[in-house]
Structures are given as C-alpha cells and as structure tokens.
T-cell receptor
Framework: AAGVIQSPRHLIKEKRETATLKCYPIPRHDTVYWYQQGPGQDPQFLISFYEKMQSDKGSIPDRFSAQQFSDYHSELNMSSLELGDSALYFC?????????????FGSGTRLTVV | AQSVAQPEDQVNVAEGNPLTVKCTYSVSGNPYLFWYVQYPNRGLQFLLKYITGDNLVKGSYGFEAEFNKSQTSFHLKKPSALVSDSALYFCAVRDSSDRGSTLGRLYFGRGTQLTVWP
C-alpha cells in the first residue's frame, strides 16, 4: 500500500541557510500535518492543511512557511536556519469521513543545521 | 487544553513477561486515542487507536490497550514481550470536539522507552 513519502530523508544545512522539505500524502488523503521532533522530545505540531488551505497552526516559527499544492503534496520552507532547528520533521496525512481518524506518518526528514 | 502524560520515561521487562506502558490524557471533549511506536531514526508506526466502542482495543504485533474513561487512561499492554518490541512508544490524543478536518492535530506524550531484555 502507498505510504506518506517525505523527501529528502536527510538534509544538512548551515546556519542562516534555507531548507525545503517535501511531503507526498497517501492518495485521496485530504489533510496534511507537519510535526517537529527535537532530540529526545515528543513530536510537536507545526501546521496542517485541509484541501490546500491552512487549517490549523501550532508552534511554527515565523521563519517557517508551508503550503499544500493542487496535487496535495505539501512543502515546508524554513529560512534563516538556526542550530535549534535541527530535528526530525514528520509529515502525516489523513482522510476525513469514514475511517478518517487514522493518521499515517512518513519516515521523516532529519534536518541537521551546522 | 489537551495533553498526554506518559509517567514512565523507561520500562524494562524480560522477554516473555507481560508489559504495560502507561498513558493518561486530558481533553475537553471525548478523546480519540492512539499509540505509535518509533524505532531509532525511523518514523512513527501506528499500533492501535480508540475512537468509540469496546474499551479494549487490539492492534498490531499483539499489542492491545484499554480505554478507561473514569481514570482517563489508555495503557498499552502486551501479554508476552519480545526483544524486538524494544523501541520508543508514544501515546497521542485528539479531541473529538474538533470539527471535521479543520482541526485534528494530535497531542503526544513525551514517549516511553521500552527495553525488553532476553
């Protein structure tokens, strides 16, 4: 079965650089969620999109932005990177309606800022 | 506000013994509860969920969890642990009062590291 695809799997950036993370949800899933998991931390919700519109916003820094495109894939753009942005970034997708309370997570993108 | 507590940072159990990983929650409405497992440098893998119905939920790899509304708990259990069960386990909650998919973020506990020794 198709899963949530995230790219790249690993990314190394220097401070003050920009990074773009991509997420391809499961086909027919209409909602995408982004989470950030710092070292030894629980996943923290960043932002979500439903039908290409931002639906909820969590603890996402102003330096970060995200969008969902017409093909439902989503991108998380991170600018002016800081050392503290080093984390595992997860994308999850879900489908509303029948059985719509399941979330499928991608394998994550590990971002290292040096 | 919604929150999840996993009171134990670590749980150690011998292979073949039963295991329990504890989780308590706080939500405004009725909870939707989830357990996920994470292996090193990997994503979150779904184990099981409680939405409604039978309080005892059975999931993947022989895991089960019991929803207890009065104690606001959703402990993860397995009758006989395997060494391969060693991983980081996260409990998560969503508030059912979220309408449709306009909200629906999950709130995670801090995780419990399960170690099963041979």
């Amino acid at each position: 079965a198709a899963g949530v695809i995230q790219s790249p799997r690993h990314l190394i950036k220097e401070k003050r650089e920009t990074a773009t993370l991509k997420c391809y949800p499961i086909p027919r899933h209409d909602t995408v969620y982004w989470y950030q998991q710092g070292p030894g931390q629980d996943p923290q919700f960043l932002i979500s999109f439903y039908e290409k519109m931002q639906s909820d916003k969590g603890s996402i820094p102003d330096r970060f932005s995200a969008q969902q495109f017409s093909d439902y894939h989503s991108e998380l753009n991170m600018s002016s990177l800081e050392l503290g942005d080093s984390a595992l970034y997860f994308c999850a997708s879900s489908q509303t309606g029948q059985g719509g309370y399941g979330y499928t997570f991608g394998s994550g993108t590990r971002l290292t800022v040096v | 506000a919604q929150s999840v507590a996993q009171p134990e940072d670590q749980v150690n159990v011998a292979e073949g013994n039963p295991l329990t990983v504890k989780c308590t929650y706080s939500v405004s409405g009725n909870p939707y509860l989830f357990w996920y497992v994470q292996y090193p440098n990997r994503g979150l893998q779904f184990l099981l969920k409680y939405i409604t119905g039978d309080n005892l939920v059975k999931g993947s790899y022989g895991f089960e969890a019991e929803f207890n509304k009065s104690q606001t708990s959703f402990h993860l259990k397995k009758p006989s642990a395997l060494v391969s069960d060693s991983a980081l386990y996260f409990c998560a909650v969503r508030d059912s009062s979220d309408r449709g998919s306009t909200l629906g973020r999950l709130y995670f506990g801090r995780g419990t590291q399960l170690t099963v020794w041979p």
